[in-house]
């Protein structure tokens, strides 16, 4: 009889992980596809626009995903208390998210701003170095409204809201493209503005996905009867502190990430343009399929935030456990995709012969580390519901920028191995960092499903 309930009890929960995870995968897909646009609709300019999309993009998202890190202390706070029943303190905790925000856009817009001074000194190639600066401080312009994006991103979900969410990434994508048609080649009467017009789409894009995500989160405040900006509180230190000491660790571990990779791109800048461009094209599809395990691994936070809330661990455990099993099982396909069909993925992206010859040793070494991503993805999220941040930050660093890269900048350059060893470093690391983190859930969920007994 035991047995039979704790079945049911599997069976309910991996129903209740996939209701949050897929609209969740849906919109990282969405949130992904947008960046795949921006490269695919360049690609017909030149491998030097490619590039420059490529490296503008990498530069851009390790600041901003810093800031967007910082408000992941939302999917902690916000699912615990939705778990509690306490829905005004869920409203509470989005108000000062949405305060950070505002604080931070105006500092790492200056950060983006400078980026492209550094060119120079970095030996990054002459002709995709001014496209690059002119795509990048076009998308800064967009940073306000993606952390305001962020912000009640991670409420909705909290609170089991997440059709917004995938609506706006998916309709967001409608206008991206078609700006980026009107915008890059002129269309419309729109003068033709090449990777400046790709970044503006981009901007217009989140302006509209920050408007969507405000109705919908008034539309679900007023539900309940309590206005969203009728009742909006002022800014409390001490909450404001409380999302810190979540948000910062988690913001460094996004960033620890999103640098390696971007280092690996300013890295790969050095090397020809079609290196550049074969890089940027084999890192798109591996953050394609990254996003399904990233979407798995914000509902497995949420899913855990809430039973942590609710005060059962062993409910917490189990969903930590369903999520990898979904994410790892995704993420196992598209290592086959990248194995048997490569040559059909890149030429996608580009119809020239000798980035599609580079990128299919890539897609190879990418279908390697699948698996791995999929794990250490999804134990930092299922982490991040039991309150734990810093040890995914320290891992990360640890992983990638002690290890990993070092490792990629002596085989790219001083062994000659060029882009396959530059990957090669980046996909050991990877394989560490997962085995790390994998350990730190098993750890930390086996506490408190100890402390429930």
């Given at each position: ?78 699912s ?11 409203h509470?905790?989005?108000s ?24 120079p000194y970095?030996?990054v ?5 001014q ?58 009467g ?29 539309r ?28 910062v ?11 390696a ?66 994410g ?7 290592a ?9 993925v ?38 991040r ?60 969920s ?8």
């Amino acid at each position: 009889m035991q047995v039979q309930s704790t079945q049911i009890d599997v069976k309910r929960e991996l129903r209740s992980l996939l209701a949050l995870a897929i609209p969740v995968i849906l919109s990282e897909l969405g949130w992904m596809s947008m960046s795949i646009v921006d490269t695919i609709m360049v690609g017909r300019l030149s491998a030097e626009a490619i590039g420059a999309v490529g490296m503008g993009n990498a530069i851009y998202y390790a600041p901003a995903l810093f800031g967007i890190g910082i408000l992941l202390g939302l999917d902690t706070l916000v699912s615990q208390a939705y778990g509690r029943g306490d829905f005004d303190e869920c409203h509470r905790w989005l108000s000062q998210g949405v305060y950070i925000a505002v604080a931070f856009t105006p500092l790492l817009m200056i950060v983006l701003w400078a980026a492209p001074l550094s060119f120079p000194y970095l030996g990054v190639n002459a002709a995709v170095s001014q496209q690059t600066s002119d795509y990048l401080r076009m998308l800064n312009w967009g940073t306000l409204p993606l952390l305001l994006y962020a912000s009640f991103r991670r409420y909705l979900q909290g609170v089991k809201r997440v059709g917004p969410v995938t609506f706006a990434l998916i309709s967001a994508n409608l206008i991206n493209w078609a700006g980026n048609w009107a915008l890059i080649y002129g269309h419309l009467g729109f003068p033709a503005m090449g990777v400046r017009g790709s970044a503006l789409s981009t901007c217009l894009a989140r302006v509209y996905m920050a408007a969507v995500l405000i109705f919908a989160a008034w539309r679900n405040e007023a539900g309940r009867g309590h206005p969203l900006f009728a009742d909006w509180p002022g800014v409390v230190f001490a909450r404001i502190l409380s999302l810190l000491k979540l948000g910062v660790p988690a913001a460094g571990q996004i960033v620890m990430e999103v640098g390696a990779f971007g280092a690996a791109t300013v890295m790969a800048g050095r090397l020809t343009p079609v290196a550049l461009a074969a890089h940027q094209i084999a890192l798109n599809c591996a953050a394609f399929s990254y996003m399904v395990p990233l979407g798995t691994s914000a509902a497995a936070a949420v899913a855990v935030g809430h039973a942590i809330g609710a005060g059962d661990g062993p409910r917490a455990r189990r969903a930590g456990w369903l999520a990898m099993m979904v994410g790892v099982s995704f993420m196992a396909l598209a290592a086959v995709v990248f194995l048997l069909v490569p040559h059909a993925v890149l030429v996608i992206y580009t119809n020239q012969e000798a980035v599609v010859s580079m990128g299919v040793p890539l897609l190879a070494l990418a279908a390697a580390f699948q698996i791995f991503d999929g794990i250490q993805t999804i134990s930092t999220g299922a982490l991040r519901g039991l309150g734990e941040t810093r040890v995914p930050m320290l891992a990360n660093f640890a992983g990638y920028w002690i290890f990993g890269l070092p490792l990629g900048y002596v085989l790219c350059f001083w062994r000659g191995k060029g882009i396959i060893g530059l990957w090669t470093g980046l996909t050991l690391a990877l394989i560490l960092i997962a085995l790390v983190l994998l350990l730190q859930w098993w750890r930390d969920s086996s506490r408190h499903t100890l402390k429930a007994c």
